[in-house]
């Protein structure tokens, strides 16, 4: 369900990078595999890499790939961290790609970089997390949603009361969670108090 789902989503990214949102409409109904793209290659960023959510999202856009008959090309930091994932972004533009899907770990440290490739004309897009860089495309699921059934799941399962304790990371997305979780115990469990809320960065022995 995962690669199928990113399939989709990807395909929209990788399309982006190629064409640009307003040729992206004009040209979504014709056929996009096209030999004079043979030698284009997009890169996906990530951070984590190895994870299976990553892992995952790979499969879905090597598939996309292959559909618009360009080269897929993985990489990111293996760890959570700013300034690593930065590097390995820098890197990539400095090869020149056609284009590059990126899920930054932090929006304000990923502003100048976006827009240092940007100057240099290579499409850059936005998925999962984002930044606040002006891009073509920011392609998410409704994180909204996905706080308030946190939070909805964990106060029926308290029965309405006790406390509870979140953790946090710098990625766009995380945050609009965990703010829309804190804001729905809030307002639809007056019963439970959130405790305490730790900027983790996905460091287990933090949380």
């Not at 190629?18 to 997009?42: C, E, H, M, W």
């Not at 073509?136 to 029926?156: C, H, L, M, W």
């Not at 969670?177 to 639809?188: G, P």
């Amino acid at each position: 369900m995962l690669r199928g789902k990113w399939s989709k989503a990807l395909v929209v990214v990788l399309a982006l990078c190629l064409i640009g949102a307003t040729a992206f409409a004009q040209v979504q109904n014709k056929k996009f595999n096209d030999p004079s793209r043979a030698n284009q290659t997009y890169y996906m960023c990530t951070f984590v890499m190895g994870v299976e959510y990553w892992v995952a999202a790979f499969e879905g856009f090597k598939d996309c790939a292959k559909q618009l008959g360009v080269k897929a090309v993985y990489t990111g930091t293996g760890e959570y961290k700013l300034p690593e994932q930065v590097t390995a972004f820098e890197q990539i533009f400095a090869k020149n790609p056609a284009g590059i899907a990126l899920s930054p770990i932090d929006d304000a440290g990923f502003v100048e970089p976006v827009k240092s490739a940007q100057e240099k004309k290579i499409p850059v897009v936005t998925f999962a997390s984002n930044t606040s860089t002006s891009k073509p495309a920011f392609v998410t699921s409704d994180n909204v949603k996905e706080g308030q059934a946190a939070a909805r799941a964990i106060g029926n399962a308290l029965g309405g009361k006790g406390k509870v304790m979140v953790t946090r990371n710098t990625q766009s997305n995380h945050q609009i969670r965990v703010n829309t979780f804190v804001e729905t115990i809030k307002k639809e469990f007056p019963g439970i108090t959130v405790v305490a809320e730790v900027l983790t960065q996905q460091d287990n022995q933090k949380a």
